[in-house]
């Protein structure tokens, strides 16, 4: 069974102070490995897709970066508009999310 | 380039009692989904069309459950009849080929009571 597992499950930071978050994956059968953020009420959000390990993108203050087993997120001095819940998914036959993380940036 | 749309955004129900939710998918995209998305959990596939063909259905409760993507473009999502575990949000999904990255809509929010 796919399994995406999300760490930690909520984050409070200060305004540039900077930090990454975990997604480990079922590695078997892997097509891709997305990163969506979500703001309450609405839907997901794309951000990244990273195929294979070694892989990074990068986009404003945000960094996904990929391994055999893993993936990161890294958040460079983030503001409050970062503040957002963060999921990770698993694309094997289907996309399999992660619980998230619920990032707050305090001002 | 507009979105996914869903309607309605909200809606309230007794258990036992039937709903229906629709969407629109950005033009030109073949591939689109239904998720279920409960409180403090990530979406989760219910059903996957290609076109107006079903993909996969395999976590869809067919009991209670239909979907359909008539003519390969919009798509409805009824439930009949509805258990309070049906509590969630529906997110509809669309992308332009099954491998590629999906574009969400705003969802639809629905309590039973």
């Known amino acids: 069974e796919d399994q995406v597992t999300q760490s930690p499950e909520a984050l409070r930071l200060q305004e540039g102070e900077s930090s990454s978050l975990n997604c480990s994956y079922t590695?078997?059968?892997?097509?891709?490995l997305f990163w969506y953020r979500q703001d309450p009420g609405k839907g997901p959000e794309f951000l990244f897709t990273l195929y294979s390990a070694g892989e990074e993108k990068e986009k404003e203050r945000l960094k996904a970066t990929l391994t055999k087993k893993e993936s990161f997120l890294h958040i460079t001095a983030p503001k409050p508009e970062d503040s957002a819940t963060y999921l990770c998914?698993?694309?094997?036959?289907?996309?399999?999310f992660g619980t998230g993380t619920r990032l707050t940036i305090i001002p | 380039e507009a979105g996914v749309a869903q309607s309605p955004r909200y809606k309230i129900i007794e258990k036992r009692q039937s709903v229906a939710f629709w969407c629109n998918p950005i033009s030109g995209h073949a591939t689109l989904y239904w998720y279920q998305q409960i409180l403090g959990q990530g979406p989760k596939l219910l059903i996957q069309f290609q076109n107006n063909g079903v993909v996969d259905d395999s976590q869809l409760p067919k009991d209670r459950f239909s979907a359909e993507r008539l003519k390969g473009v919009d798509s409805t999502l009824k439930i009949q009849p509805a258990k309070l575990e049906d509590s969630a949000v529906y997110l509809c999904?669309?992308?332009?080929?099954?491998?590629?990255?999906?574009?969400f809509g705003p969802g639809t929010r629905l309590t039973v009571l």
């Open positions: 590695v078997s059968g892997l097509r891709g």
């Open positions: 999904a669309s992308s332009t080929g099954p491998q590629n990255e999906q574009f």
């Open positions: 998914a698993r694309h094997g036959e289907k996309l399999t």
